[in-house]
Every structure is written in structure tokens, then in C-alpha cells.
């Protein structure tokens, strides 16, 4: 009980501590000074009265989505002891096995930096500052001669060092036996059953009403949509990020979806988010990075190639290479498993004090990244919006499908969990596509890498997303895929 | 041509003459049938039905025929070719709505003789077409409205002619001045030949742009008579996107402005591969997620006032023939307003497929068509064909035969035949039963689903199954 309470206490001193930093703490300081104007609130009651003003006018609501949001990415209560990798990936040879895969990417970027000699970062002359602003809504129409450049790496390698991951601790030896799994994950990781998952996924029961099935045409919207949509209007008045949140689980319609999701991740387009990112553009304009080259090229690649996503190319440019340039995203690092990569002054290798990560939010494209960004394309007009929104499910979902870690929504769980369900529940097509030599996760591991976008049509590629922001994890992914196949 | 059956062979006007030039032997018989690749460069022949032999043939002479290339079918089954009207008056039909000057003289009376019998509001429900000029007869008009407003845009565009070629923009008259002086010299000559008129319109400069592009739709409607009149709406349709950025300082570049697909195919950076259409159902969720379900409504009906007065004005004109049907491919332009404008009205919409997606939608929506149609099942020879051609139209056939019924099949009271809604009966067709009333409520909902989930197989197999249960009580 008295342990319960510590950490308790501890989370909150250290959620509080956080949000003292946020824009949110000196508005909310501001409204409270302005508050004491107004004639209800009296000196004897002044903290009633002030609670009481905030409640009334949807500060405390904001407040309490702000709380909400903390908390969906704060770690979960661990050993004091642990030191900071612990939250990072508590397992050693996980973060082994990610260093040496991190080794691996950089030592490709250089040798690719090297043959080209493009330096990783230089600075943009006068008139190609200016001729890039000009040509900011248009970099689409842009013919840079990429075919130098290939991409870092591709969802087929990384599948690879999975397949060849390995505890020390446990014992399979060379030859196949009773222990070995069938699937390509070796790794013995706790994954849900379906019982768990049945109970975990509550809300997607056959007898509970789902958005993309119970509102086809034959079904009259009287039964469950119009209801529905009711509902959704009235959370979206509420500004409840957690309402939203076990809303949306049901799915969410179309004309909502936009906003739905802005309430989840607890964006909204204040006049410090257009600032940040004009700043980030700036950058972009003054700099030109190596891994601008790789985006263009991703890019041109996957989403231009893609029937619906091609006509938002454009935007694809100015969200990704903004995203390359924000070092807030290094944030996120502290509970993932992966770490930015440090890049050196000439002549200063070694020196910590001239050290800069590289790229500047420390992530670096692989080939099918910019599909990330592409349905959202679909929800958000506004290119500020649209990068926030981005840049929080990346933070919060999308960084998980592309680093090693142990976490129940990392890409080794989500494989696991593929495969065993597919042994368990389709155990002859599983076994048919061993004798094939299709091992099933081989076809599949590239959807899930990708959050199936490209690969799903778009209303039901966002109705998954729907599920994902819902219920704050990946799983599904990895459950629909052996409905998928 | 002409009936062929001892009318009085009239003279057929100069344009038919030149077809039937190409088209070198056959007479009589009335349908056409274009194949050949994206160009339409096919031969249109006629074929003889003297004996007759109540057949339907058509011919199919293709350059590049394949599977992937099929075209529209405008077949006057010769069983009724006795009753078909002589070609001037087969030229009086569809040109009336096609071709763009008579398309606007025809709008324009409409819309006087609304104002007249209605009243103003109804007529202002005709403004859905820029403001056009004839030229050269209308040159003085056009003239005086240009110099009412100076500084926009208009576009120039050949009436007759398709897939964008000989359109060009402008914004200054000594940019026409070159082209009057020709127009000049052959008003003296009273030649049946025509000669190339255009039409000066005004432009578009506000289009609706998605990912900065400008975009125009293309839908189906499927017109099976005039009068009365009876008009089918498909619920698929596409988007053609234009390949680069929309801007108004160049008006010279072709590849931003037009947003055909020949154009377009044509633009440096074309990637068959990826195409530049979406299915107008992505359109349709991509607006409703940006501006809501209301506006999207009120948009699309304002699409079938569109398709709607644009028939009824041509309705008297068009000499009706029970026995004749044509599929129109209307091209839609939406403005930052979303107001929906028409740009023009196609009689033989292209049915070459650009990609998968593409070949679904034509293959479906030609079948369903020849499901309304209702073809009597008999022999169908392709004359004069090639072979890949008379493969296409036996498959086509045999999949028809599929659903089962040699018989006619439609008891001519269905709203909804696969993917076509009937729009337009004689009245407004309402999406509710029959038996409610919906009128006294004002609550009338239209029976069109463009953009809409398109189960059509299942909707063909209840159709199919009803008929059959239907057979079997009766019999």
C-alpha cells in the first residue's frame, strides 16, 4: 500500500514537473491572475473560487487532457535502482543486438557519404535558400538526380537481424527440437493469449457495434450510426481527450476522424506550433542535410508511386524534412530502445563537446518511411497541423516498428504475436506456407512495418489507425494480420 | 445510309459523309461501335441489315484492340432499325448535348423558357455553365463581355473536337485577333463543310485544388430515352487529376489546365504506373472528412441538377427513339466554393483503362449497361472484326449470359440495376419506397448514390433471385 502510494506520488511530482515546463502551466497562471478581476472569486474561498473558474471556462479540462497525454507515454513504475537504459530496454542483449543494428545503419550512411562525397550537412547558399522558400509549396515538381542514392535500409534487412536475434540465456541449441519456435522469432517473449487479447480488445466484440462493418449500407443507420455519431459529437464538444480516446475505440466517422484525433494527441494549432514550425522550415532553408536527399528519394519511391497518395507529394516534403530538422523529437529516446546518432566536427572525432546527432531528431529514414505520413495527409490540410500530429504519433506509436525492443508493442512482440496466433488458429495454412517455403511472416512483416499504409485501402487503413490511437498500442496490427491472411 | 428501307435517300450531312468515307462498304444499320486505341482512331462502319435477320451486330475494327480496349456501344438493335430515324436526324441526337455550342444555345433557351413558366429561382438553377460564346457568330457578344471584365481568363475550344486538343487560354484579344482574320474570309462560302467553330468560355480561375493540383470528374449517365425521360446515374466515377501544380501565371502550359488523361499522358513527368485518377469514393471521403457531411451533400445534388437540366434542355431536340440509348461521360470542374460547374458532356466516353482500378470500373460499368439495355439474347456477330474484338464481345456477352436470363429479365420498374440509379423517370426518383409519401413531408431524398459503396454483384444477384422466385410463382 505504502509503495503504491510512493510511486503514486512520484508520478505525479514528476508529471508535474514536466508540465511546469509546457506553455500550458503560464497560460494557465495568466488565466488565473486574470481570474481575480472578476468579482465571484473572494479572497476567503480564493482556491475554491479559482478551481471553480477554471472548471467553468475548460481550462481544467485541458488540464486534464494534458495529465492524460503524460501519462499514455510515461514509463510504468520500475526498480529505483535501474539505471536509465532499463527504461530505455531492460533486456541486455536487446539493446545489444540495437546498438550493433545502429552500427551497422551509420556505417552505410557513411560509406554512402564517402562515395558520393556529399557532406552529411552544409550550408545553403544565398540563391538556393531563396529559390528553395519560393518553391516551398511545390518541391514535388523538384527533379533532383537521385539515382545515387539508395536507401539506408529496407524493412527486408531489418527482418533479417529479428530473425537472428537470440537469448544467451536460453537454450535451443543447434538442432531443432520440441523448444524451437516455428515461426522466424526465437526470441521468448511474453505475448497476450486470445483470451487476453479478447479481453483486451473488448470493445471490437461481434456484439458491439463497429464503425466500417455496422455502418454499410444495408444495415439501417437507425441501429448504431447515427447513434454513433451523436456520440461523437458530443465528446468533441467535451474536449475529453480520455472520452475521445475510448470512443474512438468503435471507430470513428469521417467527418470527425480530423479531430478525434487532434483531442487523442492532445494537438491543438496554437500560435506557438505555427512559430516552431516556421522555425523548423527556416532550418531547412538555411541547411541542407545528407538525409534531405534519402527523404526525397523515399518519397519518389513509395508515396508518389502510390494511386492515392501521389497528389500529396508535396506535403509529404515540407512535414519530413521539418521532422529531420526537430530536435524535440529527441525526447522520445529516453523510452526507446534506440539511441540518435552522434555525429563529429572534422577532425574531432571522439570529442564529446563537438559532437552533434545526426540527423538533428536523430532518426533516420528507411526506405517506406514517408508512407507514415501519407494517410494522414488525407485528415489534415494545414501543413503546421498536420506535421504535429505527425510528429506525436511517431513519437508515441510509429518509432516502435523500426527499433529492437522487448516492449509489448515493439516489432519483436508484434511478430511473436503473429506468428503464434497464426499457429495456433490457422494451423494448417501455417504449416502449408513452411512446406512452401513462405514463411508467413516474411510476407506480412512489411505490412506491419508500415502500419499497412500502402497497403490497405485509405477508409480502412484510418479505421485501423482509429483502433491504434484508441487503444494505445500496435497490437492490432499484428492481429489483423492473420485475418489478413 | 438511312433507313434503307426506300426512303429517300437524303443527303447526309457533310460530317457523315466523312465517316462514312472511312468507313468505307456497309450501309443501313445504325450503330456504331468505335474501337482502336486511346487515339480513337478506329473506323465506324455500317453495316447491312437488308435481309434482316434481327440481329444486332456491330462491327469492331481496332488498331490495338484488346481486351483492355473496349468502346462505347451505341446499338439501335436493327430489329428496330425499321423505325429508326434517317441520319440527319441520327445527327440532330446526341450532337445536340455534345457538342459545346449547340450544348449552350440548348441551355440557354432552357433556361429563358424556366424563367418564363417557373419563375427566376428555377432558372438560376441552370448557372451551373460558364459563360460562353459562339464564336465566330457570337464575336461581337463575346467581345463586349470580354471588355466588361477585363484581366480574367477565358478558354478557347474547338467544338467538336475531344480529348483536349486545340484548347488554349487567353487573356488578351489581340491573342484571337490572328484567328478572326480566317474566320473572316470563310463567312462568304456556304459550304456544308464546317467549319472549325469554337466556343470562348469564360475560365475557371478558382478550381478546387488537392494537393495543389487542379482536378476534374468524370461521371456516367446513362440516358435510355427522351421522352420520356429516363436517365440511369453510375455510382462510379473518376478523378482526373492534372500531373503539375496549379497556377495562373502560366496559362500557356497545357499539363497544368487541362486534365485529360490524353493531355496528361502526354506531360514529361506522366507515369502510367501510377495514373492520375482517384475513384470518385476516395474523392468523395476526402471532402467529407475536410468540409463535413452537409456540404458533400449539397454538393453532389447539385450534380444531379446538373446532369438533370442538362438533358431536359435538350430534350426536345433530340429526336427520341425508344429503341436507342447513349452513355454520356459528363466532365465535372468544382470550384474553391464547391460549386460544381459543367465543362462539357461526351458522347463516346473514352473506355480505355489506365490501370487496374480503371479496367474494374469500365468493365462494370458497360456491363450494367448492357443489363439496362436489355439485350435480347441472340446471336451477336462482330462484322468486319478482328478477332481479339469478337473475343471481347463474346466475353462480354457470355457474362451477361452468366446471370442466367435469355429473357428480358427487367420488369422496368427497378431504381437500382448494379451499379445504376435511376435518376430521372419521368420525375424525380426518390430513394424512399414507393407508397410513402415522401412529397407532403418534404423529406424527398433523390435515388443517387455517386460516390457511394458500390455493391453491384450483390445487388445483380438479389435482382436475379427476386426475377426467378418471381418466374416461379408465376409459372
Known amino acids: 500500500m505504502l509503495q503504491e502510494e510512493e510511486d503514486l506520488s512520484l508520478t505525479i511530482a514528476q508529471i508535474v514537473q514536466k508540465l511546469k515546463g509546457s506553455r500550458l502551466y503560464a497560460q494557465l497562471e495568466r488565466q488565473a491572475w486574470v481570474s481575480l478581476q472578476k468579482p465571484e472569486i473572494k479572497l476567503e474561498t480564493l482556491k475554491e473560487d479559482i478551481k471553480e473558474f477554471f472548471r467553468i471556462t475548460g481550462w481544467e479540462k485541458k488540464l486534464h487532457n494534458a495529465v492524460y497525454s503524460e501519462l499514455t507515454v510515461f514509463p510504468l513504475p520500475r526498480h529505483p535502482a535501474a539505471p536509465p537504459e532499463h527504461l530505455k530496454e531492460p533486456l541486455v542483449y536487446m539493446r545489444k543486438a540495437q546498438g550493433s543494428w545502429e552500427k551497422r545503419i551509420l556505417k552505410s550512411l557513411n560509406s554512402m557519404c564517402t562515395e558520393l562525397s556529399i557532406p552529411l550537412a552544409r550550408k545553403r547558399p544565398v540563391v538556393e535558400q531563396k529559390e528553395l522558400l519560393n518553391k516551398w509549396n511545390e518541391m514535388g515538381t523538384d527533379e533532383p ?241 498536420l506535421y504535429q500530429i505527425f510528429r506525436e504519433m511517431y513519437v508515441r506509436f510509429f518509432f516502435r516498428l523500426h527499433s529492437i525492443s522487448s516492449h509489448h508493442s515493439g516489432i519483436v512482440s508484434l511478430c511473436l504475436l503473429f506468428e503464434t496466433l497464426l499457429q495456433t488458429h490457422l494451423p494448417q495454412l501455417f504449416y502449408h506456407l513452411r512446406e512452401i517455403g513462405a514463411q508467413p511472416l516474411r510476407i506480412s512483416f512489411k505490412w506491419m512495418v508500415r502500419a499497412f499504409s500502402g497497403y490497405l485501402a485509405t477508409d480502412q487503413l484510418l479505421l485501423l489507425w482509429d483502433r491504434i490511437l484508441g487503444y494505445n498500442s500496435l497490437e492490432i496490427l499484428a492481429v489483423l494480420r492473420p485475418r489478413v491472411a | 445510309m438511312g433507313g434503307g428501307r426506300g426512303r429517300g435517300r437524303k443527303r447526309a450531312p457533310a460530317l457523315l459523309r466523312q465517316r462514312d468515307a472511312q468507313a468505307g462498304e456497309g450501309r443501313g444499320g445504325h450503330f456504331q461501335a468505335g474501337w ?87 432558372a438560376a438553377k441552370c448557372d451551373f455553365f460558364p459563360k460562353t460564346f459562339e464564336l465566330p457568330s457570337d464575336y461581337h457578344l463575346f467581345v463586349e463581355e470580354f471588355r466588361k471584365t477585363p484581366g480574367i481568363t477565358w478558354i478557347m475550344k474547338p467544338v467538336a473536337r475531344s480529348q483536349g486538343k486545340g484548347i488554349f487560354l487567353f487573356r488578351k484579344l489581340k491573342d484571337i485577333m490572328d484567328w478572326r482574320k480566317d474566320v473572316g474570309r470563310s463567312d462568304d462560302q456556304k459550304d456544308d463543310i464546317p467549319v472549325e467553330n469554337y466556343v470562348a468560355q469564360r475560365y475557371i480561375e478558382n478550381p478546387y485544388l488537392i494537393g495543389g493540383r487542379k482536378f476534374d470528374l468524370r461521371v456516367y449517365v446513362l440516358v435510355m430515352s427522351y421522352i420520356p425521360l429516363r436517365a440511369w446515374l453510375y455510382r462510379d466515377g473518376f478523378v482526373r487529376f492534372s500531373n503539375t501544380r496549379f497556377t495562373l501565371s502560366s496559362i500557356d502550359d497545357h499539363y497544368v489546365h487541362l ?173 424512399e419506397e414507393e407508397g410513402i409519401d415522401t412529397a407532403g413531408t418534404g423529406n424527398f431524398v433523390a435515388n443517387t448514390h455517386l460516390g457511394c459503396n458500390n455493391d453491384r454483384k450483390k445487388q445483380l444477384r438479389q435482382l436475379f433471385c427476386s426475377f426467378h422466385s418471381q418466374k416461379k410463382v408465376t409459372s
Open chain 1, 145 to 385: 538526380d537521385l539515382s545515387l542514392f539508395r536507401p539506408v535500409y529496407a524493412p527486408k534487412d531489418f527482418l533479417e537481424v529479428l530473425i537472428n536475434l537470440r537469448n544467451p540465456n536460453y537454450e535451443n541449441g543447434e538442432h531443432l527440437n520440441f523448444k524451437t519456435h516455428l515461426g522466424l522469432i526465437q526470441v521468448p517473449l511474453k505475448v497476450k493469449y486470445i483470451s487476453e487479447l479478447k479481453e483486451f480488445f473488448v470493445e471490437l466484440s461481434l456484439n458491439t457495434g463497429q464503425l466500417g462493418i455496422d455502418d454499410a449500407t444495408q444495415v439501417p443507420p437507425e441501429l448504431f450510426e447515427n447513434e454513433h455519431v451523436r456520440l461523437g459529437q458530443k465528446v468533441l464538444a467535451e474536449q475529453d481527450s480520455a472520452a475521445a480516446q475510448q470512443y474512438i475505440r468503435q471507430g470513428s466517422p469521417t467527418a470527425l476522424r480530423a479531430e478525434l484525433w487532434a483531442l487523442i494527441l492532445n494537438v491543438s494549432n496554437q500560435p506557438e506550433d505555427l512559430l516552431y514550425y516556421e522555425q523548423l522550415k527556416s532550418n531547412v532553408i538555411q541547411h541542407d542535410l545528407l538525409v534531405d536527399s534519402l527523404i526525397y528519394k523515399d518519397v519518389k519511391l513509395t508515396a508518389s508511386n502510390d494511386d492515392y497518395y501521389f497528389v500529396f507529394e508535396d506535403y509529404l516534403y515540407q512535414v519530413l524534412l521539418c521532422f529531420s530538422r526537430d530536435t524535440a523529437v529527441l525526447g522520445h529516446f529516453a523510452y526507446n530502445s534506440a539511441s540518435p546518432p552522434k555525429s563529429y566536427i572534422r577532425g574531432k572525432l571522439g570529442m564529446e563537446d563537438y559532437a552533434v546527432f545526426y540527423p538533428p531528431n536523430g532518426v533516420i529514414p528507411f526506405h517506406g518511411f514517408s508512407m507514415y505520413v501519407a494517410p494522414l495527409c488525407f485528415l489534415y490540410h494545414e501543413p503546421s497541423k
Open chain 2, 36 to 122: 482502336g486505341g486511346p487515339q480513337k482512331s478506329g473506323r465506324r462502319c455500317n453495316v447491312q441489315t437488308e435481309e434482316s435477320m434481327f440481329e444486332d451486330s456491330w462491327c469492331a475494327k481496332s488498331e490495338r484492340a484488346g481486351p483492355e480496349s473496349m468502346y462505347p456501344i451505341q446499338v439501335h438493335s436493327p430489329e428496330y432499325s425499321y423505325g429508326c430515324p434517317p441520319p440527319q436526324a441520327w445527327l440532330g441526337r446526341s450532337e445536340r448535348l455534345t457538342r459545346k455550342n449547340y450544348m449552350v444555345k440548348n441551355l440557354k433557351r432552357f433556361r429563358k423558357q424556366l424563367e418564363r413558366e417557373v419563375g427566376k429561382l428555377e
Open chain 2, 259 to 431: 486534365t485529360n488523361v490524353a493531355v496528361q499522358k502526354t506531360s514529361p513527368d506522366y507515369d502510367p504506373e501510377k495514373g492520375c485518377k482517384w475513384m470518385i469514393q476516395r474523392f468523395r471521403q476526402y471532402l467529407t472528412s475536410k468540409h463535413g457531411p452537409e456540404m458533400v451533400e449539397t454538393l453532389f445534388r447539385d450534380m444531379d441538377n446538373i446532369f438533370i437540366k442538362s438533358l431536359q434542355s435538350v430534350q426536345k431536340v433530340i429526336i427520341s427513339d425508344k429503341h436507342c440509348f447513349e452513355l454520356y461521360g459528363y466532365d465535372i470542374l468544382i470550384d474553391q466554393d464547391l460549386k460544381p460547374w459543367l465543362l462539357e458532356v461526351n458522347a463516346s466516353p473514352s473506355l480505355a483503362a489506365s490501370s487496374q482500378e480503371d479496367y474494374q470500373l469500365k468493365t462494370c460499368l458497360l456491363e450494367d449497361t448492357l443489363h439496362i439495355v436489355d439485350m435480347e439474347a441472340s446471336t451477336h456477330r462482330a462484322a468486319h472484326g478482328s478477332v481479339e474484338g469478337k473475343a471481347c464481345l463474346l466475353r462480354l456477352y457470355r457474362r451477361k449470359q452468366a446471370y442466367g436470363s435469355r429473357l428480358a429479365w427487367l420488369t422496368g420498374k427497378e431504381k437500382r440495376v448494379g451499379g445504376f440509379d435511376l435518376m430521372w423517370n419521368d420525375g424525380p426518383v426518390s430513394r
